[in-house]
């Protein structure tokens, strides 16, 4: 099936929509990672590898699965609504 400019045009948009989606939800991990104290860096929407590390220091003390993904448990703990 050949792409056309208007399905190639949503596909566009759908993939700026999810990395919006996820930016926000990095922001907030960042967030409330900062308020409890595992996370001194900036806030910009950035998983890297502050943002991975806090994450994963976080999930070790809350005794959940260390992988430094912002899994559906990781997100409860910190209070986050799964958008």
Request: aromatic letters at 4%.
């Amino acid at each position: 099936m050949r792409e056309t400019p208007s399905t190639s045009m949503r596909h566009i948009a759908r993939t700026a929509l999810t990395n919006l989606i996820v930016r926000n939800l990095v922001t907030r991990v960042q967030t409330a990672l900062m308020v409890r104290q595992y996370y001194q860096g900036p806030i910009d929407g950035v998983m890297g590898k502050a943002t991975r590390g806090a994450l994963m220091a976080f999930q070790m003390d809350s005794g959940l699965t260390i992988n430094g993904q912002m899994d559906t448990p990781s997100l409860n703990a910190l209070g986050i609504k799964i958008p």
